[in-house]
Nanobody
Framework: QLQASGGGLVQAGGSLRLSCAAS????????MGWLRQAPGKEREFVAR????????YYADSVKGRFTIPRDNAKNTVYLQMNSLKPEDTAVYYC??????????????WGPGTLVTVSS
């Protein structure tokens, strides 16, 4: 199971940190990631981390502004979002997979948390 938290309202230029705690068969996780879906748009990849080794990957739209740190002891990944823009407004989902899969392919999903960036 995945439980995300930390969404909210922030002004443009501000920062926000999302958290995603994993429970259950966490030992088999290969990737954990964040995706988002803005109103009227398709869900898109934001960032992901390879659980073993910690390699990280980012969408071009968030490179240099977002990071995806993790806390292995807590089985938790974060999405640290800095220099937020109104176009970052979306529902953010954390996700996990046990497979070597593409950046938008996951087997387990959290419920989503809304991030609203005001101009």
């Amino acid at each position: 199971q995945l439980q995300a938290s930390g969404g909210g309202l922030v002004q443009a230029g501000g920062s926000l940190r999302l958290s995603c705690a994993a429970s259950g068969r966490t030992f088999s996780i290969y990737y954990m990631g964040w995706l988002r879906q803005a109103p009227g748009k398709e869900r898109e990849f934001v960032a992901r981390i390879r659980w073993s080794g910690g390699s990280t990957y980012y969408a071009d739209s968030v490179k240099g502004r977002f990071t995806i740190p993790r806390d292995n002891a807590k089985n938790t990944v974060y999405l640290q979002m800095n220099s937020l823009k109104p176009e970052d407004t979306a529902v953010y989902y954390c996700a996990a997979t046990n497979r070597v899969a593409g950046p938008t392919s996951y087997d387990y999903w959290g419920p989503g948390t809304l991030v609203t960036v005001s101009s």
